[in-house]
């Protein structure tokens, strides 16, 4: 019963440093959004100047900034302070000869900051999504930028455990805090890339045609578009550069060939099963390498002992 | 005989060092080659490419097909980006790995304790732990922002898209201001690695300060050297002009007072020229600077960020001392 409670409370006295300075950084983060809703946007909105609409837009696109790429943060702790730092300097094992199997220790290491993770999440998201959809009208963005995107669903949860998981594969692979730090990040940072340079693939995309130019909602995050030569889908035609009356654009496109138009593109309505999808490939490779890590661990422990048992 | 002795155990130290941090001078220097691969192959055939197909598409008529490589230049356009921000990140990297590795991990560990009673006094020790980094990060960053305003040159008038010298990313990454800040990071890592007892705490420490004192240099250098004013009249109706790293902009009245003005840039709204109606404004100023205050510029801030290293150095150098010393002291 008293290492139930004892444990956690162990976690959290080693690492409380780090829990004060998340803590912090999250509710800086709620704090700075409500305050950019309710004072700042009124204020922007009434000056009345060209560029007043900025002091609101950009300090909310870094709070999103800085959340989205929050884990970064968390993988490089995670490899080092949290994991790596006990494996190298042996503490760990001392911890195991304690009566604490390696398992419960590396289980009670990780359950925390998940948990954390997850309350930071439920608190974040809500007033993210309320805040970025208050004041509209201030702002330049649209919701499939990088950030936005992941801050108003789980994803930039699953980014943070994601990180957790992977900075403890890493340090339980590596056995070092330095290295195990910068595996961890570029193998966030590597996946992140390529997560946000195919999310438009996780989900199919709406096509439409049409035999006049195609004007698509602000809202909409076109993928691709092109005009239609005698009925077959072209890319490499260039009918912007057709220009003049309207006959003589007629005449210009006639001369292309162009029949008609095409786009495809993700409609607003695409966000959450797009932000849902990036979230299960998160958590299946969060899943993944919390195995591993687990098995890695157990498998050296485990060989270890029976070594010293013979 | 202390010349005999020194020169040889001096060797013997920079030996140690490299040793000890083989897997980081490794690191170091396949990330200068590649960087430096990168950034002549920018400055050569990319760039190129994308100059031709600019020149093509500034052939073209105005009306009618136009044929040009897009990708070439938006290959460039991509990659100077990537390229920029890489060298962009040097500074980081060095005070990341001064912080937890070089000396924050022998702190937390004891074993610059150790090294301490081997006969290497601490101050020889953290000398030695400086000096060969300090060289290498001076050669590599040095040659990294070379190749870089050499790729930035190769590109500026040939390509429309290029970034122009005001561009902040490009302005600190090919001049010698990111040297110094890579140098700031080195010692910056060494200070808190030497009073923080977590390497984890030192690598964060190490970056929050370079992180700071880039911020802080960033504020002052419009202010390093004495900017030129240039004044449109009010009938161009386009805003003030002057290409470069604009300081104030504004309005002159009727009476000559100059009004300055951030949010209003232009006349372009019909707010905005009430707002210059009512003030009687005739004419736009702006105090800036142009690309002849480069060099200018890059050097005062480069030697204010190498005095704020020598500071902290000295810094670093006294706490070790008084921390290792009083001990002892104290057992007396």
Known sequence: MSAVTGLPRTVLRLHRTALIVWAAFVLAAVAGLVWLNEITADSAR?????????????????????????????????GSALIGRELESGTARLAWTQGLSPTRWLAAKLALPALVLVLAGAVFVPVYRWAWSANRDL??????????????????????????????????????????????????????????????????????????????PNSASQIENGVLVHGQRNTSVDYWSCDGTAAEMKRCTDDLGITGYWSTFHPQSHFWPMNLVETGILLTITALATAAAFWTLRHRTGAARKESAV | MSAALTAPTRVHLT???????????????ALILALAAALLWLAGPLADAAAEAWQRYNACADMGPCAYDQDAILRYKDYYEYATYAVLAVPFLVAAWSGASLIGREVENGTARLAWTQGLSPVRWLATKLALPALLVTVGTGALVALHRHAWVAGDGRIDTAKSW?????????????????????????????????????????????AFLWFGIHLLIPHLWSTVTKVTPMAHNVGPSGNGISVTQ????????????????????????????????????????????????????????????????VVTFRGLRRRTTTPEGAAV
Not at chain 1, 46 to 71: N, R
Not at chain 1, 150 to 156: L, S, T
Not at chain 2, 181 to 190: I, Q, R, Y
Request: with cysteine; proline share 3%; glycine share 8%.
């Open chain 1, 46 to 78: 009434a000056s009345g100047s060209d560029w007043a609409w900025l002091d609101y837009s950009e300090p909310m696109g870094w709070v999103s900034t800085a959340m989205y790429y929050s884990f970064w943060a968390v993988a490089a702790w995670a």
């Open chain 1, 139 to 216: 702002m330049g963005d649209n919701w499939d930028f990088g950030d936005v995107f992941a801050a108003r669903g789980p994803a930039v949860v699953a980014y943070g455990l994601c990180a957790l998981a992977v900075g403890a594969l890493a340090a339980i692979v590596l056995r070092r805090s330095l290295p195990a730090l910068g595996v961890a990040v570029a193998v966030m940072i590597s996946l992140n890339v390529y997560l946000e340079q195919h999310r438009e693939e996780f989900w199919p995309t709406v096509t439409r045609t049409s035999a006049t130019e195609i004007e698509l």
């Open chain 2, 15 to 29: 030996r140690w060092v490299v040793r000890l941090h083989r897997p980081a001078l490794y690191l170091w220097t």
């Open chain 2, 166 to 210: 005001s561009d902040f990313a490009t302005f600190y990454a090919s001049g010698p201001v990111v040297v110094a800040l890579a140098l700031t990071g080195l010692v910056a890592g060494a200070l808190i690695g030497l009073r923080r007892a977590s390497s984890f705490g030192a690598l964060g420490g190490g970056l929050c300060v370079t």
């Open chain 2, 250 to 313: 504004g309005v002159i009245t009727a009476t000559g007072a100059r009004i300055a003005d951030a949010h209003c840039t232009a006349d372009t709204t019909a707010q905005c020229q009430a707002y210059y109606a009512d003030l009687d404004a005739v004419s736009w100023f702006n105090d800036y600077h142009p690309a002849a205050h480069y060099w200018p510029l890059q050097w005062i801030a480069t030697g204010i960020l190498l005095a704020v290293t020598a500071l902290l150095t």
